[in-house]
């Protein structure tokens, strides 16, 4: 599957993207925020959804062009397209924002700058053994995982290409398509990140229209009640913005 669509209203739509290996249960506690008031495209990236034989067989040049041709097809029908997108998903938006298919971009843990943290390995160690002990950290990485756990080695063959393809997108994202970026940006982190690190926010700072926020208490995946309300919040202020533009 592609994309699903939700809901329009003829004026603003707005594109959620994943991040690698995810899902898009990742906006799950977004959508009351935009449910019947936009039209709402959550993509599912090639490669996910399955198992890891099909994310081996998936590419960084592929999940490009998905993402592209959608935002493409939606600025062609409607005035303002937003897009949201978690670790990943951030990079794969920001190539067509820096074109001006995109009015806005909220991004959640863009992977600016990466820095792999034991708890990331473990996290994965835990879900794959099911030794997650009622976890939060750990349970709410499992839902956010979007390719099946596979015990077969083999599988695997075509991931370290997949996460140096991720690596080289990230450097070319931070050198050459930021600079060109010229729309409002909401950004936000974690400080307890398991892989994206806090300082990604230096990349942003003198940027002309963006507000940053860093999380105190979240992970990658997980956002505990207090954090996921200052996301909300920044969220619906975020999408006032959008629309006041109109």
Same mark, same amino acid.
């Given at each position: 599957m592609e994309a699903i669509s939700k809901g329009t209203n003829g004026k603003t739509a707005l594109i959620f993207v994943h991040g690698i290996v995810g899902n898009n249960?990742?906006?799950d506690f977004l959508q009351p925020l935009v449910q019947d008031k936009y039209k709402v495209e959550y993509v599912e990236l090639k490669g996910h959804g399955g198992n890891a034989l099909e994310f081996s067989h998936a590419s960084m040049?592929?999940?490009?062009?998905?993402?592209?041709?959608r935002v493409e097809n939606l /600025?062609?029908?409607?005035?303002?397209?937003?897009?949201?997108?978690?670790s990943m998903g951030c990079l794969l938006l920001m190539g067509p924002a820096a074109l001006g298919y995109l009015s806005g971009l909220f991004l959640l843990n863009p992977p600016m700058r990466i820095t792999p943290k034991i708890r990331l390995f473990s996290n994965i160690f835990k879900v794959a053994t099911g030794n997650m002990m009622n976890d939060p950290v750990t349970t709410a990485a499992k839902s956010?995982?979007?390719?099946s756990i596979d015990f077969n080695p083999l599988h695997y063959y075509g991931w370290p290409k997949r996460y140096l393809e991720l690596f080289a997108?990230?450097?070319r994202v931070r050198e050459i398509v930021i600079p060109d970026l010229q729309i409002s940006i909401d950004v936000i982190l974690s400080r307890r990140d398991e892989m994206v /690190?806090?300082?990604?926010a230096e990349v942003f700072t003198n940027m002309p229209d963006v507000n940053?926020?860093?999380l105190p208490n979240s992970t990658h995946y997980y956002y505990p009640a207090e954090d996921r309300k200052i996301i909300i919040d920044e969220f619906q202020q975020f999408l006032s913005r959008q629309t006041q533009c109109l």
């Amino acid at each position: 599957m592609e994309a699903i669509s939700k809901g329009t209203n003829g004026k603003t739509a707005l594109i959620f993207v994943h991040g690698i290996v995810g899902n898009n249960r990742i906006f799950d506690f977004l959508q009351p925020l935009v449910q019947d008031k936009y039209k709402v495209e959550y993509v599912e990236l090639k490669g996910h959804g399955g198992n890891a034989l099909e994310f081996s067989h998936a590419s960084m040049s592929q999940w490009k062009n998905q993402v592209e041709r959608r935002v493409e097809n939606l /600025s062609a029908r409607f005035s303002n397209v937003v897009g949201i997108g978690h670790s990943m998903g951030c990079l794969l938006l920001m190539g067509p924002a820096a074109l001006g298919y995109l009015s806005g971009l909220f991004l959640l843990n863009p992977p600016m700058r990466i820095t792999p943290k034991i708890r990331l390995f473990s996290n994965i160690f835990k879900v794959a053994t099911g030794n997650m002990m009622n976890d939060p950290v750990t349970t709410a990485a499992k839902s956010a995982y979007g390719v099946s756990i596979d015990f077969n080695p083999l599988h695997y063959y075509g991931w370290p290409k997949r996460y140096l393809e991720l690596f080289a997108e990230v450097k070319r994202v931070r050198e050459i398509v930021i600079p060109d970026l010229q729309i409002s940006i909401d950004v936000i982190l974690s400080r307890r990140d398991e892989m994206v /690190s806090p300082s990604s926010a230096e990349v942003f700072t003198n940027m002309p229209d963006v507000n940053i926020t860093i999380l105190p208490n979240s992970t990658h995946y997980y956002y505990p009640a207090e954090d996921r309300k200052i996301i909300i919040d920044e969220f619906q202020q975020f999408l006032s913005r959008q629309t006041q533009c109109l």
